[in-house]
């Protein structure tokens, strides 16, 4: 059975940082797709970016709303995908869910982690 | 960017009754007779879960009162006898090229 369980959330003023993680199980951790995707309260679903498969070298991008602030990694041997948050701002607040998939739709996604940026 | 359009923003529906949802792309996401498009079901405080892919491939487990069709541009999630249970948000999502988007979200109810 496929789990992801995100960790890391919690409060952090404006200008800070924090890193995030995703522990994943279940299935062979080098032939999915791993992404971030947030939810702001309230609000829809946002992608924030996206460790590609080990066929494609594990490349990440990030949306341009995060882009030069926020860094996406992977580590293989702990089957683990990281979100490295800098400079973060009041409206990078919400949920951030790991998810994932073998064909880039996300065919599973953690519960999540509260990730909330204020003074 | 594609961009993912819904509609409506929020529908009631009687139980039993059909309830649709549009999506439509702002650039095809169709390549290689592959439509990379996917629905989602959201409840209150849960994470998404997965409906559909390749816009009518329905997820295992998923009943088959929900469906998907369309092709190119114009998408439709079609929930044929709505349930109580099916109160939610739903979303679409390109996953065509990167930056993936969702659509803005439809919630449903029961009228």
């Known amino acids: 059975e496929v789990h992801l369980v995100e960790s890391g959330g919690g409060l952090v003023q404006p200008g800070g940082s924090l890193r995030i993680s995703c522990a994943a199980s279940?299935?062979?951790?080098?032939?999915?797709?791993m992404d971030w995707v947030r939810q702001a309260p309230g609000k829809g679903l946002e992608w924030v970016g996206r460790?590609?498969?080990?066929?494609?070298?594990?490349?990440?991008e990030c949306a341009a709303s995060v882009k030069g602030r926020f860094t996406i990694s992977r580590d293989e041997s702990k089957n683990s995908l990281y979100l490295q948050m800098n400079s973060l701002r009041t409206d990078d607040t919400g949920v951030y869910y790991c998810?994932?998939?073998?064909?880039?739709?996300?065919?599973?996604w953690g519960q999540g982690t509260l990730v909330t940026v204020s003074s | 960017d594609i961009v993912m359009t819904q509609s409506p923003d929020s529908l009631a529906v009687s139980l039993g009754e059909r309830a649709t949802i549009k999506c439509k792309s702002s650039q095809s996401v169709l390549s290689s007779s592959r439509n990379y498009l996917a629905w989602y079901q959201q409840k209150p405080g849960q994470p998404p879960k997965l409906l559909i892919y390749w816009a009518s491939t329905r997820e295992s487990g998923v009943p088959d009162r929900f469906s998907g069709s369309g092709s190119g541009t114009d998408f439709t999630l079609t929930i044929s006898s709505l349930q109580a249970e099916d109160v939610a948000f739903y979303y679409c999502?390109?996953?065509?090229?990167?930056?993936?988007?969702f659509g803005g979200g439809t919630k449903v109810e029961i009228k």
């Open positions: 999502q390109h996953y065509y090229d990167t930056p993936l988007t």
């Open positions: 998810a994932s998939g073998p064909i880039g739709s996300h065919d599973y």
């Open positions: 460790s590609r498969k080990k066929a494609n070298s594990y490349s990440t």
């Open positions: 279940g299935f062979s951790f080098g032939d999915h797709y």
